[in-house]
């Protein structure tokens, strides 16, 4: 039975088992920083054979096309249970750079996806060519019911809506550092300030009485850099 998912990104037609397997994927995508906001789908399940490039893989459910396809992202969606490989258009001149990825162990796949699955577990790469699989490889295979309660378990037990993208590995003394450099640049300086001309954003750091422009608050912030450099010893 088709059902509509709606993300952060918009929304496809997938089955009962996308519907709760994706939240928890791109959770565990948001926990490994490999996304700012969401996965992006080009392409859901039950396509009715519209999409003649997939070979009837779409027309079920358990099937989705990424706009993503880094190494890093196909190693977690095949870790929480899908077979998922980086399409490109050295494969087909109908392919554009993206991820297909068919839910392992989902009922609802329609027989080309369920033979992609197959091709999966033999290492090849699901296509007409039956070529060696090119995605990387993970250990153990597991369905997407058992990728579910895998991400569960990374997640511990956090439910996906409470999930948020962590902050940088960067420290105010790191990020002042690299201010620092950058404003000993007189060119990226002056571009700043002439970029800046009469933007305000609501703050008086030489207490006129003014509201300063972004150009004012880069001087004040090179002056305050310039202390904490001689702080430093730099």
């Not at 995605?135 to 990728?147: I, Q």
């Not at 001087?219 to 202390?227: G, N």
Request: net charge negative; proline share 6%; charged share 20%.
């Amino acid at each position: 039975m088709p059902v509509t998912i709606t993300y952060p990104g918009g929304s496809f037609t997938g089955c009962s088992c996308l519907q709760e397997w994706w939240p928890l994927v791109n959770a565990m995508a948001l926990k490994r920083r490999l996304i700012n906001e969401t996965l992006d789908v080009s392409q859901g399940s039950f396509s009715g054979g519209a999409v003649t490039a997939s070979a009837g893989t779409h027309d079920g459910g358990g099937v989705l096309d990424l706009r993503q396809f880094s190494d890093k992202v196909i190693t977690l969606l095949r870790e929480a249970g899908s077979a998922a490989w980086h399409r490109t258009p050295a494969q087909s001149a109908a392919f554009p750079h993206h991820t297909h990825l068919v839910l392992v162990g989902c009922p609802h796949l329609a027989s080309g996806a369920a033979d992609q699955v197959d091709s999966y577990k033999r290492g090849r790469n699901g296509l007409a060519s039956d070529g060696p699989d090119d995605g990387p490889r993970v250990n153990p295979l597991r369905s997407w019911s058992e990728g579910a309660d895998w991400c569960h378990e990374q997640l511990g037990g956090i439910t996906p809506t409470n999930i948020s993208p962590q902050e940088p590995d960067m420290n105010q003394e790191t990020f002042d550092l690299l201010m620092l450099n950058a404003l000993k640049n007189p060119a990226i300086k002056d571009a700043l300030a002439v970029a800046a001309n009469g933007a305000t954003y609501g703050r008086d750091l030489d207490q006129d009485g003014k509201t300063d422009t972004l150009g004012q608050m880069v001087a004040h912030m090179s002056d305050d850099l310039a202390k904490l450099a001689r702080k430093l010893g730099l």
